[in-house]
């Protein structure tokens, strides 16, 4: 893989942010119609397994710096995940609560006692 292979990989992963098998599918698709004619040809787990293995990089010991194609993989990851929780928490049933909104606990001093054992 060429630094530019991965920047392509990078745009395309973060475009889709895939979830599954069929994500991993529009990736290789969207990286396939984007891709120069210098460019390899890669299939869906190609993209896949490129990207976990960014992703899973590990810091060097004493080292403090991360490469930047790295620490991008990475936000993308934090990005999927987050994607991943919406769509868990997301039931369809409108119970008043704004998606994104986490409601506040009441306060303590409301009650003789505090709500939750300390």
């Known amino acids: 893989w060429r630094e530019e292979e991965v ?13 599954g098998g069929n994500e991993w599918t529009l990736c290789a698709n969207q990286y396939s119609s984007k891709r120069q004619s210098w460019m390899a040809e890669r299939d869906d787990d190609q ?3 490129k990207y976990k293995a960014l992703k899973n990089v590990k810091k060097p010991t004493g ?5 930047p194609l790295v620490l991008r993989a990475k936000k993308i990851q ?10 868990t ?11 994104g909104i986490i409601p506040s606990l ?4 409301e ?8």
């Open 7 to 19: 920047r392509l990989l990078l745009d395309v992963v973060e475009d889709i942010l895939p979830r």
């Open 47 to 49: 993209i896949k397994n």
């Open 63 to 67: 080292d403090p710096t991360i490469p």
């Open 78 to 87: 934090y990005d999927i995940e987050a994607k991943i929780c919406v769509a």
């Open 89 to 99: 928490l997301d039931d369809g049933v409108d119970d008043g609560i704004i998606p």
């Open 106 to 109: 009441p306060f303590a001093e």
């Open 111 to 118: 009650y003789e006692e505090a709500p939750f054992p300390p």
